[in-house]
């Protein structure tokens, strides 16, 4: 969460350094033309073209392109510091940083191209320092396993989950027959019960389970585990029963003020929220509650899925439309207002004025809006545009994106690596850039002009342009990171977007705004159920579009195509010039690549990280171990593999199966099936057979160990068994998966026929030994 205290000396810290930039570059770096002399054809040739780049880079300068670039190599640098096995010493990152800006500070008197290139490095440095001292004040301590506990604690967030269920952010005061030392400092712990909700600021106790948070289900999936570390949450659960209110004694520590302002706004917050709920029944309310509050887990798996396969759920943040809107409205309702008063505004600045208004307005937003990533990208962006209005500066341009993005990345580096910080600031940077091209090719309509109501007509048609082109650049801009962290993307989006988006913009938002500020008044009825109509229109707009069957499944794309795609849209963003066209041209040669480059092999087998889930992978099909496969984990194997088919098991009783079961049993058994189909017997145990003849058991019950080793080639199983009494290729036991996390395996056949087949293992930790993968504290039991 941005801390306020912060807020003010970055952003005009960042400011000054910008301006002083700029300058710095048009004075140093002019670039003069280069003389030609007379030496026939080449010359013709590439003196045009050398006069070209000159022109090109020297406007590039003049427009201050560089420090665009400075949030870019800062996120590249922290990206980078993220991704390592190991975590690199602060000392050595510092000295690296320290040499590369003495040679940025020499190479400034050489040449520009060095001068760009060292400066390149040292915010490299500067965003790896940035990473590791976010990582360093963090707590070390996460849950090691699963484990039932009796515990106090203070609540410090609430969330509504639906169906009066509620999910809370405790502060572990105190756990019995257990150090704090040793224990996670915050937990997200759920209730499963309906209950009156208890209050922030209040103490609970009561007998939960806990498990760590989860990490990658796949290799290069997303990392819940990371971001709970960075969020100080060590586990989460859920209650047995209803937890009790307790009491505070003396050995509890006193909330500081920082965090007893933080529950008071979350109180107003959670109150905001229920109010709506209560005021709108059903999906709308929930809905409007997730526009203002940014409380999302009311609204139902229907209405979810529904937004998401149409391409909606977008409109479910609090991003830049919500907080333009409320700026908008804000500003242009107090300068109207002003405007009536002659005397006044030949005063007074009244635009500025307006200006202040406005900022007092999405302040007040922001502080009840959760502080979710994209709220506070559209928070810091609405905040620089102000600022600019009131220095008389460019409001809307590249410069204060760049500026929004270096004050996230000061304060929280990790966002970098979230799904929620790439798609806001891909979508905006994409929206900003494309308009600025565009802003002086405006193209008229005569002869609408020439009709009575030609204007109208002409202005109608603008805002649905507006409306398309927007919807088509924000979704293209955004493909790259939907395909990289959901690996699909929804072919009709964009129309669902037209639709919904003048409901959102002229009907919902300016309600929820009036809604904020008249709850107060108990004057919210009217605003309210204009609200809840609105709503109601975009999700049966949202369930009519879902049933296009409209969502690919592009599964996961190589980490070499993504970082191309990326530099080739970073570069054809955020230059100006031509030679922003070098980023059509890489992303042309990668989308070619991808298309007639051999595709990346799938897996064999997955294994998730507790293994309880075991699947067969072949083509679009998932075979998997168990008939009712968790969602959480299921859904997203069959997105990163575009796998959309699930083939359940085969069940049969024990009886059936002979009382001496060997290898050649369990093979007569298999052949009676396809291959990579998993049968179970009777709870005991399941077994599916690979084309090379390899045989993958995953034990369910203790009874069936003594079998499953006698016959297969590979087991998988939640018990703990000691390898010494399990002699088989490969055992995969809870011990190891706590340290690998999730698995997937490629079987190859060997090319001698006497040889058996050879394994490929790739797990989702990468073998890394970072703060956020392991913990610290002993070993519990349950």
Not at 315 to 326: R, V, Y
Not at 379 to 386: A, E, Q, S
Request: charged share 15%; proline share 5%.
């Amino acid at each position: 969460m941005l801390k306020f205290k912060n807020l003010v000396p970055v952003i005009f810290t960042l400011l000054s350094f910008k301006l002083l930039l700029n300058q710095y570059f048009l004075k140093k770096f002019s670039i003069s033309k280069p003389s030609f002399a007379d030496k026939g054809f080449k010359n013709k040739i590439y003196k045009p073209l050398y006069l070209q780049l000159s022109n090109s880079i020297k406007t590039e300068l003049e427009y201050g392109r560089p420090f665009i670039f400075i949030p870019v190599f800062l996120a590249f640098g922290a990206t980078l510091w993220f991704l390592q096995e190991k975590n690199i010493s602060l000392s050595l990152i510092v000295t690296g940083f320290i040499l590369s800006t003495i040679s940025t500070i020499l190479s400034s008197r050489c040449s520009l191209a060095m001068f760009l290139f060292t400066g390149a490095i040292t915010c490299t440095f500067m965003g790896a320092i940035l990473a590791a001292s976010e990582t360093k004040r963090k707590p070390k301590i996460m849950l090691f396993k699963p484990i039932t506990v009796e515990l106090r604690g203070l609540i410090e967030k609430r969330e509504a989950m639906g169906n009066e269920k509620w999910r809370y952010l405790v502060k572990i005061l105190d756990v019995k027959g257990i150090s704090l030392d040793s224990f996670p400092q915050r937990a997200i712990i759920s209730t499963v019960i309906k209950h009156k909700p208890f209050m922030q600021g209040k103490i609970i106790q009561g007998l939960a389970r806990l498990s760590p948070p989860s990490g990658p289900v796949l290799p290069r999936l997303f990392d819940f585990r990371f971001f709970s570390y960075f969020k100080s949450i060590g586990a989460n659960g859920y209650f047995y029963g209803l937890p009790i209110l307790s009491q505070y004694t003396d050995k509890d520590p006193k909330p500081s003020l920082i965090s007893q302002l933080s529950m008071l706004l979350d109180r107003a917050r959670t109150y905001i929220g229920e109010y709506i709920r209560h005021k709108i029944p059903g999906d709308s309310g929930a809905f409007a509650a997730a526009l203002v509050t940014d409380e999302r887990r009311a609204i139902s798996l229907e209405t979810n899925e529904a937004l998401r396969k149409s391409g909606l759920s977008h409109i479910i943040a609090i991003s830049g439309l919500n907080m333009a809107i409320a700026a908008g409205l804000s500003f242009l309702g107090i300068r109207k207002t002003l405007s009536l008063f002659p005397n006044f505004t030949e005063r007074f600045a009244i635009k500025k004025i307006a200006a202040f208004g406005a900022l007092f307005t999405v302040t007040i937003y922001f502080l009840i809006s959760g502080f979710s990533v994209s709220a506070q990208r559209a928070y810091l962006m609405t905040v620089i545009t102000l600022i600019s209005i009131l220095l008389d500066r460019i409001s809307i341009c590249l410069h204060n994106i760049a500026l929004t993005a270096l004050v996230i990345l000061f304060i929280t580096p990790s966002e970098v690596m979230g799904p929620s910080f790439q798609m806001s600031f891909a979508a905006t940077i994409a929206l900003v850039a494309s308009y600025t091209k565009w802003e002086n090719k405006a193209i008229s309509h005569p002869l609408l002009k020439t009709f009575r109501y030609g204007i109208i007509i002409t202005g109608i048609i603008d805002f649905f342009k507006k409306i398309l082109l927007t919807s088509l650049i924000s979704s293209l801009a955004t493909s790259l990171f939907l395909i990289q962290h959901f690996h699909n993307i929804v072919v009709y989006g964009f129309l669902a977007n037209l639709a919904a988006i003048p409901l959102l913009s002229f009907i919902v938002i300016p309600a929820a705004f009036a809604t904020i500020f008249l709850i107060p008044l108990s004057l919210d009825h009217i605003p309210l159920q204009i609200m809840g109509w609105g709503l109601e229109l975009i999700i049966a707009i949202a369930q009519s579009i879902s049933r296009w069957g409209n969502v690919i499944y592009i599964g996961r794309i190589p980490s070499v195509l993504f970082i191309s795609l990326l530099i080739g849209f970073l570069i054809l963003t955020l230059l100006k010039t031509a030679l922003c066209h070098i980023g059509t041209i890489i992303i042309v040669l990668s989308m070619s690549a991808f298309f007639f480059l051999h595709p990346t092999p799938k897996p064999d087998l997955l294994i998730s990280d507790n293994g309880r889930l075991v699947a067969f992978v072949k083509e679009d099909t998932l075979f998997t171990n168990r008939t009712n496969p968790p969602r959480f984990i299921f859904s997203q194997w069959q997105t990163a593999l575009a796998a959309k088919n699930h083939q359940k098991p085969q069940k049969i009783n024990n009886k059936r199966i002979p009382s001496e079961w060997d290898q050649k049993s369990i093979k007569i058994l298999l052949n009676s099936f396809p291959f990579r189909q998993f049968v179970c017997i009777d709870k005991l145990l399941c077994t599916g057979q690979h084309e090379t003849g390899t045989i993958i058991s995953v034990i369910e019950k203790i009874e069936s160990i003594n079998i499953a080793c006698k016959t297969s080639d590979v087991i998988v199983t939640a018990i703990n068994i000691d390898p010494a009494l399990c002699n088989v290729r490969l055992l995969i036991t809870p011990k190891i998966l706590r340290k690998s996390g999730s698995l997937e395996i490629i079987i190859i056949k060997s090319p001698k026929k006497n040889e058996k087949p050879t394994f490929v293992i790739k797990n989702s930790t990468n073998d890394t030994e970072r703060p956020w993968r392991y913990s610290t504290q002993p070993q519990f039991k349950d």
